[in-house]
């Protein structure tokens, strides 16, 4: 394991104010059941108070059916959201890392949904921006990785588990995501079916 966790920390704090080009920042970390220097539950009390309460009022917030208070809610926090944009009852957005969230003109949020920002693997960190390009549908239930793009008016069916860009005007089905072209048949430019 690394052990200038402060370097990585000062990286991570411009990729989070939009300073890198990257979209998704990864740094190898020991087993998340040990202090990694990126967990909230080894920040100060002050930190995890305001994460937590952070994380609680966006959870209420996003399971209400106003959807002019969760797009103004998650504007407050950071993210980018575009107009007529609608959050679908009980979706759900990451409340770590809130301002690595685009959502375009036009995108649809169905219920249920999760849009993560942020993961720890075994052996490793992950913070991604998560970009929803106009049109875009995210079907119920669906989930979005942190770091991936969904391209313009493509759409994720309910369920789909998406840890892959999603082209513009495809369809994502099933877990892992495979990628369909709106005919039915996998589009020619598939990195997996390559």
Known sequence: MPTDVAEAKRRLERFLKGETEERLFRYPTGHPSRPTGFCWCDASAGKMLRLYMRAAILAVVLKLPFNGLKVRLLRRLG????RNVFISAGAWIDPTFPQLVTIEDGVFIGMNAHILTHEFRIDEFRAGKVILRRG???????LIACGVEIGEDAVVAGGAVVGLDVPAGTVATGNPAFIWNRKGTPPKSDPKRD
């Open 79 to 82: 993210a980018r959201v575009g």
């Open 136 to 142: 875009a549908f995210i079907g119920g239930f669906s």
